[in-house]
């Protein structure tokens, strides 16, 4: 639709206003020493002006929203990932999230020494996941299979195998096996990880030869654990700690990336897929160890798990400061409100010899008998009605456009989060060196 000459008008002097507003922001935090060492005083000057801008932000957003979209994936015809869009926008909208010269120097600082431009990235992905035409089309192009693993694919289905940093990938048996290998750091997540499990879940689901996907954590070389498999210590708290876990390419891109992949599957065209836009197939989680973290919330996207009867489950989302992902959205499906709620808010553990270890998981198995319980259970999910059945299960469970409402306060909840004080200060001392 065609803006009217006023709404035109209002547009043009929102972004003015806007425009003056990012300046004066800026020459405000030039004239101040770094966040770390600022004094209460300096602190609250340098919110007034962001806040300032940020208002102003939000205001233009909430009507140009769709219009600002539209140019930037010249009217939905293009699909750009997450870190795609925010950079297109910096350019054709200067002001309205950080620049890359901004954010390339927000890269060189730790998370106490950031200036919180991320934030501003989070006002627009809110605005525009929150848009019920922009947001749909941005959660379609985040499923769609990422360069790396097309480039990737030929080798992979010659050879069957691939390895990476943080995610070893193997073919077996018509089984896509994701082994997660970050044996030093209990399998923490952090950007590099991010990328490299979207590019196994894509591989996994382009391959007509998989019809199954597992995940399960590697040995670790980690000396507490030495030797024994560990599926996951959730976020990496030293490199959320240095400034190395990014808004966009960690906390966003992980949940709009291959975790929504393991549940509606990639998002691919052609003339045979006329009955669905959408490749899936339906994924075991194996949790030897713990799941902590990040660990639990990847459990809630999988159609089956199973866990070692020593190993334990937790969202210490209290303790960290920070939203576990998409866990506050999913868990109560599984558990109830109120044992979601003793989970997220009061960190409680939940262990897989306990009852209630039983709404989380599917099956439990000594931990010398996972393997074999594994396979079984491989076994289990290869019917041929299975596929049809998950997809009108997740449909059911989650509605797309549920999920788009969360993601969109997500994007800007989770960008507070991770600028808060006490969030600095607790990850702070968890990056600090030993004494």
């Known amino acids: 639709m065609t803006a009217t000459l006023p ?7 929102l972004r003015a206003g806007l425009a003056e507003a990012v300046s004066h922001a800026d020459e405000v935090v030039a004239a101040l020493p770094r966040p770390g060492r600022r004094s209460p005083e300096q602190r609250a000057r340098a919110t007034a002006a962001k806040d ?13 929203v769709d219009a600002v979209y539209d140019r930037l994936t010249e009217g939905r015809t293009v699909a750009l990932r997450l870190a795609e869009l925010v950079a297109a926008a910096a350019v054709a909208f200067p002001g309205l999230v950080p620049s890359a010269e901004l954010l390339a120097d927000e890269r060189s600082r730790t998370q106490a020494d950031k200036e919180g431009h991320e934030i501003d990235q989070g006002i627009f992905l809110r605005a525009v996941l929150g848009s019920a035409t ?13 360069p790396r693993a097309l480039e990737l694919l030929p080798e992979f289905i010659r050879t069957g195998t691939l390895r990476m940093e943080a995610v070893h990938l193997e073919r077996r048996d018509g089984v896509a096996r994701l082994t997660m290998c970050r044996h030093d750091c209990l399998n923490a997540e952090d950007n590099q990880q991010v990328d490299d499990m979207e590019t196994a879940v894509d ?8 019809s199954v996907g597992l995940l399960r954590g590697g040995e670790m070389s980690h000396p507490r654990y ?16 240095s400034g190395d876990i990014s808004l ?5 891109r992980r949940e709009l990336g291959y975790i929504h992949k393991l549940i509606r599957g990639i998002r691919t065209d052609g003339p045979g897929g006329w009955h669905t836009p959408y490749t899936e197939k339906p994924w075991i989680a194996a949790v030897d160890g713990f799941a902590i973290g990040g660990g639990t919330q990847l459990l809630l996207a999988f159609d089956h798990v199973l866990a070692a009867a020593d190993a334990y489950l937790s969202l210490p989302a209290a303790k960290e400061g920070i939203v576990p992902g998409v866990a506050n959205f999913r868990l109560s499906r599984f558990t109830g409100p109120r044992v979601a709620r003793q989970i997220i808010l009061q960190g409680r553990r939940i262990r897989a010899s306990e009852p209630d270890a039983r709404l989380l998981v599917d099956e439990v198995a000594e931990p010398q008998d996972m393997d074999g319980a594994v396979e079984r259970a491989l076994t289990r999910l290869r ?27 997500f994007a800007l909840q989770q960008a507070l989060r991770i600028y808060g004080e006490d969030v600095i200060h607790k990850a702070g001392d968890f990056g600090a060196p030993a004494p």
């Open 383 to 409: 019917g041929e009605a299975v596929i049809a059945n998950r997809r009108m299960l997740n449909l059911a469970d989650e509605p797309p456009g549920a999920f788009r409402a969360y993601m969109a306060e």
């Open 134 to 146: 922009a947001g749909p089309h941005l959660l379609e192009s985040m499923l769609r299979p990422t």
């Open 7 to 13: 709404e035109r008008t209002t547009a043009t002097a």
């Open 203 to 210: 591989l996994a689901l382009l391959d007509p030869a998989v």
């Open 248 to 252: 966009v390419d960690f906390l966003l």
């Open 226 to 241: 030495r030797g024994r498999r560990v599926f996951s210590a959730g976020i990496n708290l030293k490199n959320l700690s």
């Open 52 to 64: 300032a801008a940020r208002a102003l932000r939000t205001r233009f957003l909430d009507t140009q």
